[in-house]
């Protein structure tokens, strides 16, 4: 969960750092450093707190280097201050890191007996000292080995030693000139630039300098030097050119585009994201074939399933949970939805004819991935529905249905979510058309939908309003029922997240069995109340809420003059969506919920991109 970038070239190195780590900022943003290669030795800089404080703290020192690698940290091992952020130091190294050694402190025991001393709590500063302590070795023995060779023979013998997940960043002394990297299931990716080479832990560092990358493969060694880098496999000398990949994200797809900040901006593309997700997709006549051109797919996941699993963490399990409704009634699938975290530590049954489902913004979760890799292991065909169609998690699952949403870069997710749901919703649909259940009426609300947000963003200072009043609240409760209870799930988990204040999401037919008890004049229940089957039951609901002096947020339907009445006349607040269709109203719902967080986030004074203690990229356990 935090962002790495190194440049070798022939420009100076610091102004690339920097902006590859304000860009990586989203994954972690307690701290940063940079270490610079000056003459014959480092030049390092570590600061506590975002990435402008070190930016302010290097402005001026007239470093000129042509080297370097820099980290922005999301803390796991030790506080995070200005000692344990990185890059760390060991003897002739200098090190940055992304991931968890796992095994660090059995290491750390066993170097402290031979004599090696630590000046920070994490597990990086351990990896540092081990590379050192072999090459210091290997050097003793075969001191006839260039320092190159040294270095990578040690780093390899570490590597088998340490037990994690990562990718590093390191240099030597006794090498200069030369970056040199290594992964074991966290991205790395290098790019050939003019005259110089960037690398990073992922592109958006890298995309507003050049659109090849090369994603290293896991195990292999990489060495960039001066415009040019190589790969090697584990144990082989024999140096590979790299094989490069085209992007087709754009640098100018990662600004604020004058919004104050990326979730605003990013709700606000909602629209968009959803028309280009659907685009191509939806039948222009009523027999046409296949919607996601997945006839191998058909064969393989569809044709013969007999349960499906989608797992996913945070927002993205709350888009898996929708579409459990989604795929039982249209496609008529047992469908099951797990928590990744769950799911890879239970002993789930992936019988004959189960297929997986992983669903993930960033592709790089680790517990949806590793619960990918079980699925995988297990024979059980799988599918991916990710965001970035280079990340780790669309690579290795069977078959991809990516969203279009473009980089999301508020640590609140919301346009990926509501690209996910648009990709769940067309799949289930599509899913069930090819078992032969046609629900073309579904389908043509789809249509309707970039227009239906565009109406609904039309009332965003509304919802911003409303939002800012809760600021004084207690708590605030969400609930609903059908597709709505996961929407309530989600609308407290933005809630939370972005403002800090206890919120719980519950099905509003639980209320009575517990949460009720948590309602009185201080608490905001945020009801979700389409006018779907369970409308009904959900104005007992209001009543109940009503009866115990709690203070109510309806959504439901522009139409709905009963609920906008009560709650007009009884002040409360009464938020009307455009009628829709049943599959697309948790689409729609979404966004006063995410409008609401933000209002209250903004009235709170909150940083609405960077929560406190998030990580964009939730790539550690
Ligand atoms: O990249 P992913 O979709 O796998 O991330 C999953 C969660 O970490 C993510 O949705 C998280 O809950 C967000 N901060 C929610 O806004």
Same mark, same amino acid.
């Given at each position: 969960m935090c962002g790495i970038v190194g440049y070798v070239g022939q420009k100076t190195a610091k102004p690339y750092l920097l902006d590859g780590l304000k860009r990586l900022e989203y994954r972690g943003y307690d701290s940063a450093g940079l270490a610079l290669f000056s003459e014959k030795d480092y030049v390092i800089k570590r600061n506590a707190g975002p990435v402008q404080g070190l930016a302010d703290a290097t402005l001026d020192s007239g470093q000129r280097e042509t080297m370097g690698i820099a980290h922005t940290r999301?803390?796991?091992?030790?506080?995070?201050?200005?000692?344990?952020?990185?890059?760390?130091?060991? !003897?002739?190294?200098?090190?940055?890191?992304?991931?968890?050694?796992?095994?660090?402190?059995?290491?750390?025991?066993?170097?402290?007996?031979?004599?090696?001393?630590?000046?920070?709590?994490?597990?990086?500063?351990?990896? #540092?000292?081990?590379?050192?302590?072999?090459?210091?070795k290997i050097q003793d023995q075969q001191p006839n080995l260039s320092a190159e060779d040294i270095l990578i023979?040690?780093?390899?013998?570490?590597?088998?030693?340490?037990? !994690?997940?990562?990718?590093?960043?390191?240099?030597?002394?006794?090498?200069? !000139?030369?970056i040199f990297g290594v992964q074991n299931g966290a991205p790395l990716v290098a790019s050939p630039l003019k005259g110089g080479c960037l690398i990073a832990s992922d592109i958006q560092a890298i995309i507003p300098y050049h659109n090849e990358v090369c994603f290293l493969p896991k195990g292999e060694i990489l060495v960039a030097e001066n415009g040019k880098f190589w790969t090697r496999a584990p144990?082989?000398?024999? &140096?590979?050119?790299?094989?490069?990949?085209?992007?087709?994200?754009?640098?100018?797809?990662?600004?604020?585009d004058g919004f104050d900040s990326f979730m605003l901006k990013e709700i606000f593309q909602q629209p968009l994201v959803v028309a280009d997700t659907l685009s191509g997709r939806l039948p222009a006549k009523e027999h046409e074939p296949f919607i996601w051109d997945h006839q191998k797919a058909h064969e393989v996941l569809w044709k013969n399933v007999k349960k499906l699993y989608l797992i996913a963490c945070g927002t993205s399990y709350h888009a898996a949970l929708i579409s459990k409704y989604f795929f039982e009634k249209w496609a008529k699938i047992d469908c099951e939805v797990d928590i990744a975290s769950e799911f890879r530590y239970r002993s789930p049954v992936l019988a004959?004819?189960?297929?997986?489902?992983?669903?993930?913004?960033?592709?790089?979760?680790?517990?949806?991935?590793?619960?990918?890799? &079980?699925?995988n292991a297990a024979g059980a065909s799988t599918f991916s529905i990710c965001n970035v169609p280079s990340s780790t998690i669309a690579r290795e699952s069977g078959f991809q249905y990516p969203t279009k949403a473009g980089p999301e870069i508020g640590v609140a997710s919301t346009k990926a979510f509501t690209a996910q749901l648009?990709?769940?919703?067309?799949?289930?649909?599509?899913?069930?058309? &090819?078992?032969?259940?046609l629900d073309l009426a579904s389908f043509r609300a789809l249509a309707r939908l970039p227009h239906d947000l565009d109406r609904v963003l039309g009332q965003s200072e509304t919802f911003i309003k409303i939002g800012e009043k809760l600021k004084d609240r207690r708590m605030v409760l969400f609930v609903g029922r059908g597709t709505m209870y996961p929407m309530a799930l989600e609308g407290a988990l933005k809630m939370k997240e972005l403002t800090y204040l206890p919120s719980?999401?519950? #099905?509003?037919?639980?209320?009575?069995?517990?949460?009720?008890?948590?309602i009185d004049k201080d608490i905001t229940v945020v009801t979700l109340a389409p006018k779907d089957d369970w409308y009904s039951k959900t104005l007992s609901n209001l009543e109940e809420i009503r009866a115990r002096g709690g203070h109510i947020i309806a959504i439901g339907s522009e139409t709905d003059e009963q609920i906008k009445r009560q709650c007009l006349s009884g002040g409360d607040e009464?938020?009307?969506?455009?009628?829709?269709?049943?599959?697309?109203?948790?689409?729609?719902?979404?966004?006063?919920?995410?409008?609401?967080?933000?209002?209250?986030?903004?009235?709170?004074?909150?940083?609405?991109d960077k929560p406190r203690n998030l990580a964009k990229s939730v790539t550690v356990e």
């Amino acid at each position: 969960m935090c962002g790495i970038v190194g440049y070798v070239g022939q420009k100076t190195a610091k102004p690339y750092l920097l902006d590859g780590l304000k860009r990586l900022e989203y994954r972690g943003y307690d701290s940063a450093g940079l270490a610079l290669f000056s003459e014959k030795d480092y030049v390092i800089k570590r600061n506590a707190g975002p990435v402008q404080g070190l930016a302010d703290a290097t402005l001026d020192s007239g470093q000129r280097e042509t080297m370097g690698i820099a980290h922005t940290r999301w803390a796991t091992h030790g506080a995070p201050n200005e000692t344990n952020a990185h890059p760390h130091r060991a !003897g002739d190294l200098v090190l940055v890191h992304n991931g968890i050694i796992e095994n660090y402190s059995e290491i750390k025991d066993r170097l402290t007996k031979t004599g090696v001393r630590f000046s920070s709590q994490t597990d990086t500063e351990v990896f #540092a000292q081990l590379i050192e302590f072999h090459r210091r070795k290997i050097q003793d023995q075969q001191p006839n080995l260039s320092a190159e060779d040294i270095l990578i023979s040690a780093l390899e013998t570490s590597m088998k030693e340490v037990d !994690g997940h990562y990718a590093i960043l390191l240099m030597a002394r006794s090498v200069p !000139g030369k970056i040199f990297g290594v992964q074991n299931g966290a991205p790395l990716v290098a790019s050939p630039l003019k005259g110089g080479c960037l690398i990073a832990s992922d592109i958006q560092a890298i995309i507003p300098y050049h659109n090849e990358v090369c994603f290293l493969p896991k195990g292999e060694i990489l060495v960039a030097e001066n415009g040019k880098f190589w790969t090697r496999a584990p144990g082989s000398s024999a &140096l590979h050119a790299p094989k490069l990949e085209r992007m087709d994200w754009t640098a100018d797809k990662v600004e604020k585009d004058g919004f104050d900040s990326f979730m605003l901006k990013e709700i606000f593309q909602q629209p968009l994201v959803v028309a280009d997700t659907l685009s191509g997709r939806l039948p222009a006549k009523e027999h046409e074939p296949f919607i996601w051109d997945h006839q191998k797919a058909h064969e393989v996941l569809w044709k013969n399933v007999k349960k499906l699993y989608l797992i996913a963490c945070g927002t993205s399990y709350h888009a898996a949970l929708i579409s459990k409704y989604f795929f039982e009634k249209w496609a008529k699938i047992d469908c099951e939805v797990d928590i990744a975290s769950e799911f890879r530590y239970r002993s789930p049954v992936l019988a004959p004819g189960t297929v997986v489902g992983v669903i993930s913004q960033s592709g790089e979760t680790a517990d949806t991935l590793a619960a990918l890799r &079980l699925a995988n292991a297990a024979g059980a065909s799988t599918f991916s529905i990710c965001n970035v169609p280079s990340s780790t998690i669309a690579r290795e699952s069977g078959f991809q249905y990516p969203t279009k949403a473009g980089p999301e870069i508020g640590v609140a997710s919301t346009k990926a979510f509501t690209a996910q749901l648009t990709v769940l919703c067309t799949l289930a649909l599509d899913v069930g058309r &090819l078992r032969g259940h046609l629900d073309l009426a579904s389908f043509r609300a789809l249509a309707r939908l970039p227009h239906d947000l565009d109406r609904v963003l039309g009332q965003s200072e509304t919802f911003i309003k409303i939002g800012e009043k809760l600021k004084d609240r207690r708590m605030v409760l969400f609930v609903g029922r059908g597709t709505m209870y996961p929407m309530a799930l989600e609308g407290a988990l933005k809630m939370k997240e972005l403002t800090y204040l206890p919120s719980e999401g519950f #099905a509003a037919g639980e209320l009575k069995h517990g949460p009720i008890a948590y309602i009185d004049k201080d608490i905001t229940v945020v009801t979700l109340a389409p006018k779907d089957d369970w409308y009904s039951k959900t104005l007992s609901n209001l009543e109940e809420i009503r009866a115990r002096g709690g203070h109510i947020i309806a959504i439901g339907s522009e139409t709905d003059e009963q609920i906008k009445r009560q709650c007009l006349s009884g002040g409360d607040e009464f938020i009307g969506l455009p009628e829709s269709a049943w599959g697309t109203q948790p689409i729609l719902s979404v966004v006063p919920l995410q409008l609401l967080a933000y209002g209250c986030a903004k009235a709170l004074g909150r940083n609405i991109d960077k929560p406190r203690n998030l990580a964009k990229s939730v790539t550690v356990e």
